[in-house]
């Protein structure tokens, strides 16, 4: 795997480069020291993951993200000193197309192993996805017949702002539950749901387990396992499939609405890498729930719904911006 480093401090260069070492399959393809010298390295030398630091000179992380999404697109980690005292621009990153967050791990020491295997775990995690394929599922084919109403939202690298605008062009008393799968960590999710709440009419809070949604109110997956409906009624959380590198799933999920929910469903697949949640998106529509997967132009990454729409898993295939209007009247 080559792997592109961007880092203005040479301390943490050293450290990553140190921590790269044990793994004789990590190439270090190249050392931006800000974000312009990354977007020009992508450019002519793509490599399959970079390491990508928050606080630079010139051109910042968030801005180089959004830029190489664009125009070279790559899967970026975010590695920054304290991810945690950074979440805002984290989740900024995340919303130009970063996959994934981890802290830059130290030079020496206990801390540097400990620091070393999480990044390389999440290394590995992002080469898990990237090598991924899709699953195989069955597919439903009876009616709905509850009168209850329900948005099953998926979404990965380039996610967090989707959801932002999209939350945030529907009305206050939005008459439909929202449940939303985000390829991201357990310890971004919480702080992740803050972050779509202030920018939503609608309340946003983390899914817990035997939670039922209602209309007005939106629930955002919060753990690695799998969010899912254990019944007709109740999310729950299950381990289940565990060969599956996107964690939580959006397939599953998906997948689940078919099987379980009774009401009326619409299926919404926004911007990510990979093609979690297409196959999940065509058993919706084969169900006959509306559905929508994001257009390529309006899309960080078009990975997910590129992959449903060679399925032709959406109803209909729409820019970022219209995709609330489309939500509500498919409702109508």
């Known amino acids: 795997m080559k792997i592109g480093i961007v880092n203005d401090v040479s301390l943490a260069v050293e450290a990553l480069r140190r921590a790269l070492a044990a793994r004789p399959d990590f190439e270090i393809a190249w050392v931006a020291h800000d974000g312009q010298q990354a977007i020009d390295y992508c450019a002519?030398?793509?490599?399959?993951?970079?390491?990508?630091?928050?606080?630079?000179?010139?051109?910042?992380?968030?801005?180089?993200?959004r830029t190489i999404m664009a125009r070279s697109p790559c899967a970026i980690l975010v590695v920054t000193v304290d991810v945690g005292a950074n979440a805002w621009r984290v989740y900024e990153a995340m919303g130009a197309g970063a996959l994934d967050a981890v802290d830059t791990p130290a030079l020496a020491g206990a801390d540097a192993r400990r620091g070393a295997a999480a990044l390389i775990a999440k290394i590995d995690q992002i080469g898990a996805r990237l090598a991924s394929s899709g699953a195989s599922s069955v597919i439903a084919t009876s009616v709905p017949k509850s009168a209850a109403r329900l948005v099953a939202i998926g979404a990965s690298a380039g996610g967090p702002s989707a959801l932002a605008t999209l939350l945030g062009a529907l009305p206050k008393h939005f008459a439909a539950a929202i449940v939303i799968v985000q390829h991201v960590d357990r310890a971004f999710a919480e702080g992740m749901a803050q972050w779509l709440d202030a920018q939503s009419a609608l309340p946003v809070r983390v899914a817990r387990e035997g939670d039922k949604p209602v209309p007005g109110e939106v629930l955002l997956a919060a753990t690695n396992d799998h969010l899912h409906f254990a019944d007709a009624t109740r999310l729950g959380y299950t381990a289940h499939p565990e060969q599956l590198p996107y964690r939580p799933s959006v397939d599953v999920f998906f997948q689940s609405v078919t099987e379980r929910w009774t009401g009326r469903a619409i299926g919404v697949l926004l911007t990510g890498m990979g093609r979690d949640g297409a196959i999940g998106l065509k058993a919706m529509r084969a169900k006959g729930y509306h559905t929508i997967a994001q257009d390529e132009e309006t899309s960080a990454v078009y990975g997910m719904p590129k992959a449903a729409a060679a399925l032709n898993a959406a109803v209909s295939i729409l820019p970022l911006p219209r995709i609330a209007d489309a939500i509500a009247t498919a409702f109508d």
């Open 44 to 65: 002519t030398h793509t490599p399959d993951v970079v390491l990508m630091d928050l606080v630079m000179p010139n051109v910042d992380g968030v801005q180089a993200s």
